[in-house]
């Protein structure tokens, strides 16, 4: 990743807050680039659950990975910057949609990412959309989530307390409900593939884990 990368991603985002959150989330998160080493092996079109502004694919769009990407959101307004971000840096085969996962998923067979949303969903929902998405995985594609995992931990409660306040600011649109376990991930997703879970906080204070599902 170049150093002008941040500001070239936040650059087309109406507003002072989207373009400082862009930056800021480019320049500190290990999400992207760890999504990134996943990924960058594979030629299979993306899905990408709770999109946000679709800076995961922009990102991986200017780290040279062409594959077709959709992402989808429940939240209309970020689809809206995304799709506007999406024309002014022209990167081809992205789409973004207004979507919300709880009712089924789009028809896809590829990749599938669900990042930083799981939490919003109840234990019962939780499960539903993971082996929706784990459906969606082509043979050799891979499902890559990112989620803070649930245990005793001071990260656990940083985590718990920042997406409160996420829902206070209306930067989220709703509260947290459940945070799943690494044992969750693993009961549910082991009968689609190989599963492996590792911590992903880099530098920030939260309990944030990858989870990866890959299937033979």
């Known amino acids: 990743m170049t150093a002008e990368l ?48 679709g800076l995961l694919a922009f990102y991986l769009r200017e780290r040279g990975l062409a594959f077709p990407i959709h992402g989808v959101d429940y939240d209309p ?7 506007k971000a999406a024309a002014a ?28 949303i799981l939490q919003f969903f109840t234990p019962e929902e939780q499960q539903k959309l993971l082996g929706l998405a784990a459906s969606r995985v082509a043979p050799g594609g891979k499902l890559v989530i990112r989620s803070g ?22 930067w989220m649109k709703a509260a947290p409900t459940h945070y799943p376990s690494g044992e969750d991930f693993e009961r549910i997703l082991s009968p689609h593939g190989t599963v492996t879970v590792s911590p992903l906080w880099g530098g920030t204070p939260f309990n944030n884990h990858l989870i990866v599902l890959e299937k033979a």
């Open 6 to 53: 941040p500001k070239k991603l936040a650059a087309p985002f109406p507003g002072v807050w989207d373009r400082t959150y862009v930056a800021s989330k480019v320049k500190t998160d290990p999400l992207y680039g760890a999504v990134y080493d996943e990924l960058s092996d594979s030629s299979l079109p993306l899905l990408d659950l709770g999109c946000g502004l």
């Open 77 to 83: 307004r970020k689809i809206a910057s995304a799709r």
């Open 89 to 116: 840096l022209k990167h081809g085969d992205l789409s973004f949609d207004s979507h919300d996962a709880r009712q089924g998923l789009p028809e896809h067979m590829g990749n599938v990412t669900i990042l930083d």
């Open 149 to 170: 995992l649930r245990d005793s931990s001071r990260r656990f409660k940083v985590t718990v307390f920042c997406d409160y306040v996420a829902k206070i600011t209306f």
